[in-house]
């Protein structure tokens, strides 16, 4: 037993200590040592699922060269492997001992021109490194929100052993920041498609950082046995944080306003000071700090006339109207105008107070200042979405059942409202993202309709205090959008390819229809000669723009050929003129022997061809030829030409109509809203008397100007050249759909509301 004189070997967070010190370094060895063994079996394990996962995309793959990308991966993991793991293990251990003395080498944190551990660089990259950091940024974030508790401890205890320098979750040397940077920097030994890299990173996630509790609570435990903050506590609420924190500090909130008279805060902003910078979360402190000195509403008592209820109480309250509605599933009634909306918000706080008054004994008859304010602005929030017009009807109805559970949230932590990035923010807005290209045509398996209606059953059925559900459902409605985009990806890629090649094929016969129409203009032709230049040398022609282009060699051999195959028609009366016809005949023999195969033909009916060919020769050189077979030739329209060569345009006013002329500018509001227009946009078409279909603009034709549609399958819904698309959306068959966030469209809206007339808009006022 210790000496009470003796010092104790506790260690606070005001004290700290020296990396380089015995101390400070056997911590920071068994730190060290406990991050490189864990990290050592997450790492092997992850590798382990690396080549089931690319041979079963390679499986699946579109087409062979992406399945030979996805097979060249496995062989570059399978030969890279370990230098990949002695690379991301060692850039772990080098983080660990020179966090502190990059740090000390400026007092703003690591020198340049090296960037802050996790900080993620998203200008001036290639596409592939911009795809790379996104999926990167994606699930750091993920993780740090998921493990805010641990990594706190962690933050606190590396910042004692690092001589005090303060430490977050970005800077953090074993952080999730820190580990997926350093696996990037590892993965730079791998030569491989950025497909192939992608699918490593969700693997990682998967395997290594979705399993880093354990090494952060061997960490904590590791430096509370040595004495380092062994009574440090979580006390930082978090949007998915702990429920046992988070409604405490709702509850003190709550007890604050109660006794005291209103401040300018309001609910949603009362903890969260950093979101006062926010322009549009001003204004509603505003507005709302308005409507409460206007006129007393008729609910309110005199102050202390009767306690007010605590947020536990309003939880509790919520948690039985909550599983009534789950039993019922009954709707909030649609409010179609802000009476009507004033209305709902009274329902619903009458439903509150009944049920605290039944849960007290006695009915208060009024709530606090800050959770009217919230009761009132989770009203607002749902009475918009009621309204959206973003949303199909059906979807409305389905997140119109979450007020209750979103209201209990926006008590449970008041910075619901004040950050974009909270779990519960993020559930709703994905969800209203995903409703927004749902319709009954593009669902008909059911499939998005069921996974909507089951996360907001969920919600209905287990959300208590535990605001994790929110990040749970998060990640798993992101799974099954990433599931539903790739295969309506692949989906969509095939349309759009099959668009394209269509519209190549048009402007390639035309192309040719134009070129072999302009040569036998004003030609007498014999019907051979014709029918041989105006269906198989245009098919050919055609042919060969596709694959070798318009300003080949083999294209203008091709045009050379025609211009040949007519000279040859002309009369041969000279000596010199037959000899010259005597010359071009072979050429012109091997010219279409060689392009007749490869349109199509079998061989014999190509030498049929040319036998035919040889006898008008023979008769244009003036040798003896039976006038029978002459006659025959000269007057044969029975060529022997496979049915898949298609005929051209067999006049100069037929190609002209084939021709698409220009469509004339038009300075509309609706054209500019069209040339507007990027792919990815959604709009909303209405088919028929009761027929609405909702489709992504997937492509515009470069060489048409069309604009492709697809639904959310990525199977094509329309196409309209510009003018027709402008057309539509002047007469109201068409309608563009938003593309911002629903969270922030429908505080735009409420901003709006509120600064009406407040007679005519507060929903607390009568």
């Known amino acids: 037993m210790k000496d009470a004189s003796e010092p104790s070997n506790i260690v606070s967070l005001s004290q700290r200590l020296d990396p380089s010190s015995e101390r400070g370094g056997a911590l920071l060895n068994n730190v060290r040592d406990i991050a490189g063994r864990r990290l050592q079996i997450l790492i092997n394990g992850m590798f382990e699922h690396v080549d089931d996962a690319l041979f079963d995309l390679a499986e699946k793959a579109e087409n062979n060269a992406a399945q030979m990308h996805y097979f060249d991966g496995m062989r570059e993991v399978r030969k890279r492997r370990p230098m990949v793991e002695r690379s991301f293990l060692a850039q772990v251990s080098r983080d660990l001992t020179d966090f502190a003395a990059n740090y000390r080498?400026?007092?703003?944190?690591?020198?340049?021109?090296?960037?802050?551990?996790?900080?993620?660089?998203?200008?001036?990259?290639?596409?592939?490194?911009?795809?790379?950091?996104?999926?990167?940024?994606?699930m750091i974030g993920k993780n740090e929100t998921r493990l805010t508790r641990e990594l706190f401890a962690v933050n606190q205890r590396l910042s004692v052993i690092y001589g005090g320098i303060k430490i977050d979750d970005a800077t953090n040397p074993v952080g999730p920041s820190a580990l997926s940077q350093a696996f990037r920097q590892a993965m730079r030994e791998l030569n491989a498609e950025m497909r192939v890299k992608l699918i490593i990173y969700k693997l990682f996630d998967r395997y290594v950082l979705a399993s880093l509790d354990e090494l952060y609570q061997e960490v904590n435990g590791e430096l509370v046995r040595a004495g380092v903050l062994p009574q440090l506590r979580h006390e930082v609420a978090r949007p998915g944080g702990s429920?046992?924190?988070?409604?405490?500090?709702?509850?003190?909130?709550?007890?604050?306003?109660?006794?005291?008279?209103?401040?300018?805060?309001?609910?949603?902003?009362?903890?969260?000071?950093?979101?006062?910078?926010?322009?549009l979360l001003q204004t509603l402190r505003t507005l709302f700090s308005a409507r409460r000195a206007g006129p007393e509403p008729a609910i309110r008592v005199p102050a202390g006339a009767i306690q007010m209820p605590s947020a536990n109480e309003l939880i509790g309250a919520l948690s039985v109207l909550q599983s009534q509605a789950a039993i019922n599933q009954q709707l909030p009634a649609h409010a179609g105008n802000a009476m009507e909306l004033a209305g709902e918000v009274q329902q619903l706080k009458e439903h509150l107070l009944a049920q605290i008054g039944s849960l007290r004994g006695e009915k208060p008859s009024q709530v606090s200042t800050i959770d009217e304010d919230t009761i009132d602005l989770v009203g607002m929030l749902f009475e918009f979405i009621l309204e959206d017009r973003n949303l199909p009807t059906e979807m409305q109805v389905l997140l119109a059942r979450l007020q209750i559970p979103y209201l209990k949230a926006a008590i449970l932590d008041r910075k619901l409202f004040a950050h974009r990035q909270h779990p519960a923010r993020r559930l709703l807005d994905n969800l209203a993202d995903a409703a927004k290209g749902w319709s009954a045509e593009s669902d008909r398996d059911h499939r998005l309709h069921d996974k909507i209606k089951s996360i907001v059953d969920r919600l209905l059925q287990d959300f208590d205090d535990d605001l994790t559900i929110f990040e749970r459902l998060c990640v798993e409605l992101q799974e099954f959008q990433d599931i539903s985009r790739r295969r309506a990806e692949l989906a969509e890629q095939r349309v759009a390819e099959s668009t394209r090649g269509r519209e190549k094929l048009e402007q390639a016969r035309r192309r040719a229809a134009r070129e072999i129409l302009t040569r036998i203009d004003g030609h007498n032709l014999p019907p051979l000669i014709h029918g041989i230049l105006s269906r198989a040398w245009a098919n050919y022609l055609v042919l060969t723009i596709l694959r070798q282009g318009e300003e080949s060699s083999e294209f203008r051999d091709a045009l050379r050929f025609a211009n040949d195959f007519i000279d040859s028609t002309k009369p041969a009366r000279t000596l010199d003129e037959r000899r010259a016809l005597r010359q071009m005949l072979p050429g012109i023999e091997r010219a279409l022997r060689r392009g007749l195969a490869n349109v199509a033909f079998q061989e014999s009916d190509i030498d049929r061809l040319l036998a035919q060919l040889h006898t008008y020769y023979r008769h244009q050189l003036g040798e003896a030829v039976p006038e029978a077979e002459v006659q025959a030739v000269e007057e044969s329209t029975s060529l022997p030409i496979p049915e898949s060569i298609q005929p051209i345009a067999e006049s100069e006013a037929e190609l002209a109509r084939s021709e698409p002329e220009p469509e004339p500018v038009i300075d509309t509001p609706e054209m500019r809203l069209v040339a507007e227009l990027k792919p990815g946009t959604w709009l909303e078409f209405t088919t028929g008397p009761e027929t609405i279909e909702r489709a992504k603009l997937s492509w515009i034709s470069p060489m048409s100007g069309r604009y492709l549609f697809v639904n959310r399958r990525g199977l094509k819904v329309a196409d309209y050249s510009p003018h027709e698309l402008a057309a539509a959306l002047a007469d109201g068959t068409a309608r563009v759909l938003e593309s911002s966030a629903l969270f922030d469209r429908a505080l735009d809206a409420i901003v709006g509301r509120l600064s009406q007339p407040a007679s005519a808009n507060s929903p607390t006022n009568e």
Do not use: K, Q, Y
Not at 107 to 135: C, F, K, R
Not at 253 to 279: H, I, K, Q, V, Y
């Open 243 to 279: 429920a046992r924190h988070a409604t405490g500090n709702a509850a003190t909130m709550a007890g604050a306003d109660a006794g005291a008279a209103p401040t300018e805060g309001g609910a949603f902003l009362a903890e969260d000071e950093g979101a006062a910078s926010n322009e």
């Open 105 to 138: 080498n400026t007092s703003n944190g690591p020198s340049s021109p090296a960037l802050p551990i996790g900080s993620v660089e998203l200008s001036l990259v290639a596409d592939n490194e911009l795809e790379e950091s996104l999926a990167i940024t994606s």
